[in-house]
Every structure is written in structure tokens, then in C-alpha cells.
């Protein structure tokens, strides 16, 4: 590999043509950063293209993190001056959008942390499976003076209630997988020992099926969700909240205390989150 290259973040596995894999792989805490947001545009460009593919999905090979927040040691000017997509939202939103609405069956196996881009992502999926034991789900913005950016203020409340919504997005703690069930943010929290196998049986059972069949009824289910435009004002929100006082000193606070590196921050991102504005 070229010196210059960045190492693939997001790994495609095809383990039939109806059935993919896309693993998260950006150790040791899986940020999203502005070039796992480019393979994310290139993941989505391959899921449209393919007429074989019925189903996808999205696990990690990053122990204890599905998908992070994301990395706020880059520039936010790589990010923000990347195009929109074809659908005219920012890249993030874009995907996010288009991932909902491509013709195939999406289903998040989620074991470890999945915080803020992570529950944006599980949102997104058609379906979400979750390890009683490790998985936590998180919101987190609103502890540092922030907005969330990839649409959950337009998605939970039609999935979980308006007043869950707002408990988990205000709240800005963490939901443990058995918790996320009880809510209906996720399908189903199962043991971590039969997740995978879940899982497996369940997308190979619907990558057997026509695609036609499953595309037409993922939608005609789709006429419930929120206007797509909604999720680009979450992301204009986000993007001046990251310039405000309040978010930026938030931020260097939780970084002072370890956010961002391997430790007891990014494990327990909630308990630290309700301790740093507390007099």
C-alpha cells in the first residue's frame, strides 16, 4: 500500500451477490472522520448500482464501538467543503437518506457503542439488532452545546414517541441494548452469544427472497417517514453549533478529561457527560 494512502475504514465483504457485510474498521475507537465519510458516499454509490444485492448488513471489527461520534481532531473545513450528493444534502445526511430509501434490506448489528453517527446510522437502517450485554446507544450531543447531524431530532420520534425522543436527546446519556428495545429504537436486544446468528439467519432468509417484492415494499412502507429535507436542517443546526462558545468550550472540557482516546471517557460517555457542567 502506497505510504500516502489512508487504510480502508469501511471493509465490504459480498458473502453472496444478495448478501453483503459492511464492517466499520477504524480502530481503536471508531471516529467518523471526513474520509470514512467518502467511503460511506462510495459504499452507497455500490448498493444503488448492484441489481443483485438484496440485502446489507453493517456491523464492526472495532471491539467495544460500532460506530463512534465523530473525530474531532480533523479539520472541520475537509468536511464541510466536500459536495453535496445527489440528492442535494451534505454528504452524511446524503447517505443517510439514501440508504433508507435504497432497494434492499438494511440491518445494524450492533455490539458495543453506538454514539451519535452510530444511532444516526441505526436509524437509518431498515432494521436493528443489539447485544443485551454490550451495546449502548447514545445522543450525546446536547451535553457539549451541540446539535446532532444526521437527522435523529426528524427519526426517533417518529420510531420511539416524541417524549423518548426528547428524553434521549436532551437526556444525552447512554441506552443500553435491552433499554433501546423496551423504547423500540432497536428490533430486538438479544444475547451477545446468539446476536451473529440472528442476524446471519435473518439476512440470508431475506436475501432468498425477490427483490422486486422487497423493494417495493420497503417502499410503499417508506411513505411514513419525515420529509428528507429535515434532515438537512439537523445538519445546518449542527454545523453552527459547533461554532458556538458553548459547544466549543464543552468540547475542550470533555477533552481534557480523556474524549476522543482509548479510556474511561469514551466507555462511559454519558456518566462523564453528566458530570461536566455540574457546579
Known sequence: MDAETPPVQIRLTRRTPAYWRVT???????VMGPEMVREFQGLIESIEADDEVKVVVFDS?????????????ARIEDLTSMPAGPIGLPPWPDFLVRLTRAPVASIALIRGRATGN??????????????????????????????AGGGPMARLPHLIGRNRALEVLLGSDDISGEQAEAYGYVNRALPGSELDAFVDALATRIAGFDKWAISQTKRLV????????????????????????AAQQGIKALTAKGFQSPGDVEDRLGFHLGKLHRR
Not at 466499520?24 to 471508531?30: C, S
Not at 471489527?61 to 481532531?73: E, I, P, R, T
Not at 452510530?118 to 457539549?144: H, N, P, Y
Open 222 to 245: 417508506n411513505t411514513s417517514l419525515p420529509p428528507d429535507v429535515e434532515l438537512g436542517a439537523g445538519w445546518d443546526a449542527c454545523i453552527a453549533s459547533l461554532g458556538r462558545p
Open 24 to 30: 466499520f474498521d477504524n480502530p481503536p475507537l471508531n
Open 118 to 147: 452510530g444511532s444516526e446510522i441505526t436509524l437509518a437502517c431498515d432494521m436493528a439488532f443489539a447485544s443485551k450485554e454490550r451495546a449502548i446507544i447514545s445522543q450525546w450531543e446536547v451535553g457539549v452545546g451541540m446539535v
Open 61 to 73: 471489527a472495532v471491539d467495544g464501538f460500532f460506530l463512534n461520534h465523530s473525530d474531532f481532531k
